[in-house]
């Protein structure tokens, strides 16, 4: 898994299009992205355990999971290496 | 042709919505055995997806039946009992009662004059249509981007509430805490809809799980995937989630003839805006005429 996997997902999740192109680590996401609700914070998190194949505790989400693009691909690696 | 109509249920008033074959859509060559049945012969029945999933669907789903009209086959939609425009609450709601919706849908059909009545499931509704398929046969069942796992899908819908607390606007929820207080209070508010206990319950054991002597002739499973023109990340297309590559292989070592089809697109069912299943439906269209093709045309 890269951090281009978590952009890809982030695009297809929340319909970013070319948009996603720029997101780099940095990138902030909760609060910055308008599309991001909690609707779509469900979608994101549905698809990375549909995508990498993990199950993830909803007890592990917080706010800060979702500060940036990074903060993200941290917690999805760590899953993946739990 | 598109209609409306409420049908008396087992529980209450449901409603039916879908679109008519239309007359003279396909000739039914005389020699076939199944001549007689008139021109609405071939249904497909819908096992809708729950909760905020319908509503995300319906335009799509109109437009399949507006489609598979234009091929001689007619698309039947039930709002299960206490949801969309059906009778009743859903905290009424009971797994059970929800199959007994399709199986009422199902004879509908078949009074109506349906020759062959196919099932398609959307999503969480396929959890639906695998439980009904255990005291029937059916010819085919076409899977839309199915959960596999009722207990992943009850996860996800707890998540829907969870989600809002990331958003500034939660009281500090856990999920152990959602589920304790499901337990205490028998039913649970989650994005404005009132999941009983017990329909909570049934939902998450439901699974895709072994065929157990399911009779079907054969399986199509739809895979939506977002876009390829706009993923430069993307250098070949992923192949299948895995739960549902095992899922899919658990049912093809017990002979069920299941075929993958992945198709572009969005998800529509989840989407913030409306948006459409142009290209699953003209897959599902086509794959339908095709069996349609072999059928009439006989052995």
Known sequence: ?82 | MLFAQFVDGPAGRLLFVGHRPEPGATQRPRASGRAGKGPHAHWVLVAPPLAEELNKSRRTLSLLGRALAKIGVGLLVVDLFGTGDSEGELRAATWQGWVEDLACAHRWLLAQGAGQVDLLAVRGGALLAWDYLARVAVDHLSLWQPVVSGRRLGAQLLRLRLAANLMGRGEGETSAGLRERLRQEQWLEIAGYGFPAQLFAALEEAELGPLDGRRLGGLDWYQVEPDAQTNPDREEAPALPLPARHTIGAWQDAGLAVEAVRVRGDAFWTTQEICEGTALIEATVRRIAERRGRTLAGP
């Open chain 1, 1 to 82: 898994m890269n951090i281009q996997e978590i952009r890809q997902l982030l695009r297809d999740a929340l319909q970013l299009g070319e948009r996603a192109n720029a997101f780099v680590a940095a990138t902030p996401l909760l609060g910055s992205i308008p599309e991001l609700d909690s609707m779509a914070v469900v979608t994101v998190i549905t698809m990375i355990e549909e995508r990498f194949g993990i199950v993830v505790d909803d007890d592990e989400i917080s706010a800060e999971t979702f500060e940036t693009v990074g903060t993200l691909y941290d917690f999805v690696n760590a899953k993946l290496g739990a």
